[in-house]
């Protein structure tokens, strides 16, 4: 007899699926009886790319995240304004998702990283487990006072979390009572994959899906030594005209297989970028994403752990790449090695999670 799981995953941006994916297919794997029930507002050829396993999808928002002016530019005021309506009259959105998953008799829910999710299970009386390197709560408390009424509310949904599951380059999330650390989670098919690089120095440009690039991408045609693959996660060409040296490239599923043909990555900082330059020992240069809260994290880490270089940011929106670029080739620093697979420890860490609850 199949087990149903409920799985929510954010739709701020592309990196919660990148995380969760290879924890749910190596589940899958593991577990064959196991169907997924997935709930998200991503797109559905998106979500079909990543998660492999057997499921279902219920569309829909199920968090706010983060309201993005670009890919690399928050707008804190309407991110505010959305979360507070978003959260305005909670009960009743914890009811109705209850409802929603109740006739699929799901055994346990899974969230990277939307809060309803934890009481939802709560009230379903079934154990929830969080996937995530950052939550809602601890990203909107750098814009809220203490003691804000959506603070609390995102506070009280996280206490009701049985379990999280935390790989590396996470953010503190004191908010979670129980915890299991696991070693950096991505997709493990690229893990032993030799790279294969063309006579010409090859950077992979990738800024996750949040429109037009934020920098002047005319400019990186004057930067000859170099070609560009510039990744976009549409379906079809951008409209604006590309240099000789640029191509416009497309997001198949997993970017570390991109990387293999890659001598470094142009970037921003985010969990599943920088889990896949350390499982391909990827260089990178990156912009700085001073106004988001996870990125004093994850800045300290690539200063310490990784070969990499932060870019100036005049440089970076004007295209002036090529210093930049050789610095991060240059870097000296090394990724530490990683000691094992987060995927399948995270998906054994949920399987035990059921048996203990059954």
């Known amino acids: 007899m199949s087990r149903t799981i409920a799985v929510y995953i954010s739709g701020h941006g592309y990196g919660h699926l990148s995380q969760v994916a290879p924890v749910l297919n190596r589940l899958a794997e593991l577990h064959p009886d196991i169907q997924l029930l997935l709930r998200t507002d991503l797109p559905q050829a998106l979500v079909t790319r990543r998660i492999l396993a057997p499921s279902t999808l219920l569309p829909g928002a199920v968090d706010i995240g983060v309201v993005q002016k670009n890919a690399i530019s928050e707008d804190i005021p309407a991110t505010i304004e959305a ?91 004191p908010g979670f009572q129980r915890r299991r650390q696991v070693a950096v989670i991505v997709d493990d098919q690229w893990t032993t994959r030799k790279k294969h690089k063309s006579d010409k120095k090859t950077a992979l440009v990738m800024f996750g899906g949040a429109g037009d690039p934020p920098f002047d991408i005319h400019a990186l045609g004057a930067v000859d030594e170099w070609q560009f693959l510039y990744l976009s996660f549409g379906l079809s060409p951008q409209s604006w005209p590309l240099a000789p040296n640029v191509r416009q490239v497309f997001s198949q599923g997993s970017t570390a297989a991109l990387m293999h043909d890659c001598d470094l990555v142009v970037t921003k900082p985010g969990y599943g970028t920088l889990a896949e330059c350390w499982q391909t020992c990827t260089p990178l240069a990156y912009a700085p994403r001073e106004d988001f809260p996870e990125y004093p994290y994850l800045d300290t880490w690539l200063q310490n752990r990784a070969p990499s270089f932060r870019m100036n940011m005049t440089d970076f929106v004007s295209g002036n790449w090529s210093g930049a670029l050789q610095a991060a080739l240059d870097c000296p620093r090394r990724y530490p090695p990683i000691p094992a697979s987060g995927a399948e420890q995270a998906a054994k860490l949920i399987a035990l999670t059921l048996v203990n609850r059954s």
Request: proline letters at 10%.
């Open 83 to 173: 979360a507070r309506e978003f959260y305005s009259g909670f009960g009743g959105r914890i009811e109705q998702e209850a409802d929603r998953l109740a006739p699929h008799r799901p055994v346990a829910v899974l969230s990277d990283i939307a809060p309803v999710a934890f009481p939802v299970a709560k009230r379903l009386g079934i154990p929830s487990i969080a996937v995530a390197s950052l939550d809602w709560h601890d990203i909107y408390r750098h814009f809220l006072p203490e003691g804000d009424a959506l603070l609390t509310t995102l506070e009280q949904a996280h206490a009701a979390c049985d379990l999280l599951i935390q790989p590396p380059l996470s953010m503190p999330m």
